[in-house]
């Protein structure tokens, strides 16, 4: 309990500094229950997604350069179960299997827990659709009936964790932990293919 996690929401697209005198409120920051669609949420049913550092909760937003935004300060209310599949996937099990070669049950169950990771992790894009959502819906339900409190994952933009909770209220704001943002920069790595 106590835990400090972080969540980040956008302010209206072009607006300027100056004219975001004060954060969001404390209950703003919180989902709303006719929220949209998310990675492990259907459509109004919220999930309170957070990140374990403020840059990861603020890259998970999505800034565009000049981007204002609110960053709150969480702090975890109650004592949590929580599933992690925050784990690599072990590129070695892959290619055994290519190979024909069995990977031990230890490998393949870090395997499986890296894709889910993936899954979890994969960023959403304007393009996606309900179905796209429908397999770590389905996961997240299954570890919802089984008594879980949310699931945590690598974030794919940040170097933290992303934490979703299914109940909005084991975690609060904490009371002066709101702050405005701007974005400065975009930092892009890529590989490109020869």
């Known amino acids: 309990m106590g835990t400090p996690l972080w969540r980040a929401q956008l302010h209206e697209p072009n607006q300027k500094v100056w004219h975001a005198k004060e954060p969001f409120p404390a209950e703003r920051m919180k989902p ?21 550092d403020g840059d990861t909760a603020m890259s998970e937003v999505r800034p565009w350069v000049g981007a204002i935004g609110t960053l709150a300060e969480f702090r975890v209310v109650r004592e949590l179960n929580l599933v992690s599949c925050a784990e690599k996937i072990s590129t070695s099990v892959l290619l055994g299997w290519l190979a024909g070669i069995e990977p031990s049950p230890e490998e393949r169950e870090r395997h499986v827990w890296g894709e889910m990771n993936a899954s979890f992790a994969e960023p959403m894009t304007s393009t996606d659709t309900t179905a796209d959502y429908a397999p770590t819906q389905v996961l997240a339900e299954a570890f919802r009936s ?3 409190d949310g699931v945590m994952y690598n974030s794919s933009v940040g170097r933290g964790i992303d934490v979703a909770l299914f109940d909005s209220n084991s975690a609060d ?6 702050k405005i943002f701007q974005t400065r920069y975009l930092d892009y790595t890529f590989d490109v293919g020869e």
Do not use: H, M, Q
């Open 32 to 52: 709303l229950l006719n929220c949209r669609e998310g990675r492990l949420n259907p459509k109004s049913i919220p999930c309170l997604y957070l990140a374990t």
């Open 146 to 148: 089984a008594g879980f």
């Open 173 to 178: 704001v904490v009371p002066d932990g709101r």
